[in-house]
């Protein structure tokens, strides 16, 4: 049995913090030095305090950012009385009051008002199984003196990051990836060439990978106990994705508004100011509308525009038309291209490449935000849950046609859609891009018509990519996401479950990211885990409603929205990215992808590259999501490979 262990900190829990810790199987002293330099390369997402705990064996870290129990006596890491289990946490326990009653119940005496004394002595309690008692957003890892074991566990969804590596005969964690890389150094010989294989289709890297192999990520919903030299993850939680009868539209509506209300009322217990994102769309005006209600303080709402927009791109005059019925304090931006600089600084914190653009805005406005509260409210989640994007409807159609039209005639189709005086025919191109992206392709290249490369591979790819790849490929990965569904799912249903599976890990990691580079808190009432398990039992016509994606959706948002936002289209949070590429950043584009050394030569076929290049900048083609991506794969070479770029320099 380990000795009592030295502790420093001061400080509360409940709130969002980065933590790190070091396990020596052979119970070498962890260097104090070694262990706050790894806990501080995440101080941003905790600047309000730092502690550390270290014994034989272990040391354990926390940076804290303060929402609940803004006294000095919650500790962390935190111990219970006889200092035989000590915890990091990040996150917040949304029924931590309801959770601390029953624990009080059973016996156990509380010395702190927040919810990381509650998930201790949860764990106290019920062991491994404390997670099926938890409702909310958290990372943490919890040493058993007694046992010299570590549990650690991620929330369901995955809203708050865990990495870890063995390396030396011992396991080393943190918030981030980049924390890990002063043990696994990333060379060209680490990359995973399924998760670049990934990127390159995508844009972001899977939820259970990483990009440079000997670092691991814990996925969403999954354990990891490390006892006796052994370890182990499991998974604990996953949406029963099984559709049901419909429910009459009054009574779903009624179960939606009472899940969705509870959510967020929730997500609104913060000892700190507290206020909403609120962009216009469906999602994120029932989160604000219902906390404008429920909220005893005039909320403060924040919104993005960006230069060059349209006016029918443009969503601030809806998200207006909400702020003036909920008198909200409102606040908006304008992001443009020389926003830009903050790029190397975010893909520094994500640690891998990344190549979602929104993470720009969604980082501007996150350091706006800060400056009047330090817990925001957003309407991530929607989507993923309530079938928003239009993929899911053109599946469920794809399905029908391959039920009732043999594949011959479908290719047959297809193929004429494609002949001379044909194609220029009105909606022939989108007919057959239908077609082909949806109807005659294997279910795993469905996802591929949202993908970065499509058709491309089999040229862009260099020969030794390829050889790498062989059968291990993204399209495998995808297939085995999708072996996990009930078999019973529709097409359209079966490709909404992929999207919670794969898609929703890319904007969790963009708002991450974004929010706590702002050292800003960010709450999703969409990903509380009831919400999404109701969704997942709600048959995708209900979900669909009349035939609208998020229908379902659009119709609660009638009891609390104006009608202007009920008949408008999904729009996105993200810039007119094509035109950024042939303007202002043209000359990073050109440079970081013309050398010699390019990281992309290794990979991308150098004459392929320069046409994708050249067509997008003279106007020809839009090449935007593949550039983006590319220019990303760069930028995140020269901050870890070669080490030639800072993040906190400007393209």
């Not at 409102?330 to 830009?340: D, F, I, Y």
């Not at 047959?412 to 859609?417: C, H, I, N, R, Y």
């Not at 949806?438 to 040229?459: K, Q």
Request: hydrophobic share 40%.
């Amino acid at each position: 049995m380990l000795g009592r262990g030295r502790q420093t900190a001061t400080g509360s829990s409940g709130q969002m913090c980065g933590i790190a810790g070091i396990v020596d199987l052979r119970q070498r002293d962890v260097p104090e030095s070694e262990l706050i330099e790894l806990r501080d390369s995440v101080r941003h997402r905790g600047p309000d305090d730092a502690g550390i705990f270290r014994a034989p064996g272990i040391g354990l870290a926390t940076r804290r950012l303060s929402i609940l129990d803004l006294s000095p006596r919650g500790h962390m890491p935190m111990a219970n009385e006889d200092e035989s289990l000590w915890i990091t946490y990040n996150g917040e326990v949304y029924n931590f009051v309801e959770l601390r009653a029953e624990l009080e119940r059973l016996g156990h005496a509380f010395r702190s008002g927040g919810d990381t004394e509650v998930v201790l002595r949860a764990f106290e309690q019920w062991g491994d199984d404390c997670v099926d008692h938890l409702r909310g957003m958290y990372a943490f890892a919890i040493w058993d003196v007694r046992r010299h074991s570590l549990f650690a566990a991620r929330d369901r969804l995955g809203v708050k990051p865990f990495f870890y590596a063995s390396v030396d005969e011992r396991l080393v964690f943190c918030s981030e990836l980049h924390g890990l890389y002063r043990f696994v150094r990333p060379d060209p010989d680490r990359i995973d060439p399924v998760a670049l294989d990934f990127y390159l289709a995508y844009g972001y890297v899977p939820p259970d990978r990483c990009f440079v192999q000997g670092v691991e990520r814990l996925p969403p919903g999954h354990v990891l106990r490390l006892e006796d030299g052994r370890l182990s993850t499991r998974r604990y939680w996953r949406p029963a994705f099984r559709p049901t009868r419909d429910m009459p539209l009054g009574e779903c509506l009624d179960t939606l508004d009472a899940e969705l209300s509870g959510a967020v009322a929730r997500r609104l217990r913060s000892d700190v100011p507290l206020g909403c994102f609120l962009s216009g769309g469906i999602d994120s005006g029932l989160v604000a509308s219902m906390a404008a209600k429920a909220s005893p303080n005039r909320l403060k709402t924040f919104s993005v525009g960006f230069e060059g927009a349209r006016p029918d791109e443009d969503e601030r005059p809806l998200a207006r038309l909400v702020s003036e019925r909920y008198d909200t304090d409102h606040t908006e931006l304008m992001v443009g291209p020389s926003h830009k600089s903050v790029l190397p600084r975010m893909l520094w914190h994500v640690g891998e490449p990344f190549a979602d653009v929104g993470i720009l805005p969604m980082r501007e406005i996150s350091a706006l935000a800060k400056c009047d509260v330090t817990v925001v409210l957003t309407g991530d989640g929607g989507d993923e849950s309530f079938a928003g994007y239009p993929s899911i409807r053109s599946a469920e159609m794809a399905g029908r046609v391959r039920r009732f039209v043999p594949s011959p005639a479908r290719r047959g189709l297809a193929s004429s859609l494609g002949w001379p005086g044909v194609r220029e025919l009105p909606g022939a191109t989108r007919a057959r891009r239908w077609l082909d992206n949806y109807v005659n392709c294997p279910r795993a290249e469905r996802f591929e018509a949202v993908g970065l490369w499509g058709g491309w591979r089999e040229r862009a790819y260099t020969p030794e990519l390829r050889a790498l790849l062989r059968e291990h490929t993204a399209r495998a990965l995808v297939e085995a996401v999708l072996d996990g569904a009930d078999d019973s799912l529709s097409a359209g249903e079966l490709q909404l479950f992929g999207e919670l599976e794969l898609r929703l890990s890319r904007y969790l990691t963009k708002v991450d990211i974004a929010s706590s580079s702002a050292s800003l808190e960010v709450r999703s009432p969409f990903l509380d885990h009831g919400v999404v398990e109701l969704a997942a039992r709600l048959p995708l016509d209900q979900k669909l409603l009349r035939g609208r994606p998020k229908g379902l959706l659009r119709a609660l948002a009638g009891r609390y929205l104006p009608q202007e936002l009920l008949t408008q289209p999904k729009r996105g949070f993200a810039p007119r990215l094509g035109d950024w590429l042939r303007g202002d950043w043209a000359p990073v584009l050109r440079e970081l992808t013309s050398g010699a050394d390019s990281a992309s030569s290794a990979w991308i076929q150098a004459p392929v590259l320069k046409e994708v290049v050249e067509s997008h900048l003279r106007g020809s083609a839009d090449h935007a999501d593949r550039l983006y991506a590319i220019l990303c794969l760069e930028i995140w070479w020269r901050l870890f490979v070669s080490r030639s770029l800072t993040p906190d320099d400007v393209l």
